[in-house]
């Protein structure tokens, strides 16, 4: 192995730490948008929890009339 190839070998491994680097502290971050997004993931909760209390609560309300009948 010559000079050149073992400094490509250097550039290219020193590169790959780079990048590897980059993206471990890439994804450490929180970006705003990483906020953003779960506040609305924390309103599609609240909004299916209620959806969901509302259908249940019909059925159980029909039932109740069902019954009354």
């Known amino acids: 192995m010559n000079i050149f190839s073992a ?3 250097i ?3 020193l590169g790959i730490v780079a990048i ?3 993206w471990v502290d ?3 971050h929180v970006t705003p948008d990483n906020y ?3 506040s609305i993931e924390k ?3 609240e909004r299916i929890e209620t ?3 509302i259908v249940t609560d019909q059925r159980e309300q029909l039932k ?3 019954d009354e009948l």
């Open 7 to 9: 400094a490509v070998a």
């Open 11 to 13: 550039t290219a491994i």
């Open 20 to 22: 590897a680097r980059a």
């Open 26 to 28: 890439a994804r450490k």
């Open 36 to 38: 953003r997004i779960e």
């Open 43 to 45: 309103e599609f909760r």
């Open 51 to 53: 959806l969901e209390r």
């Open 64 to 66: 109740r009339q069902i």
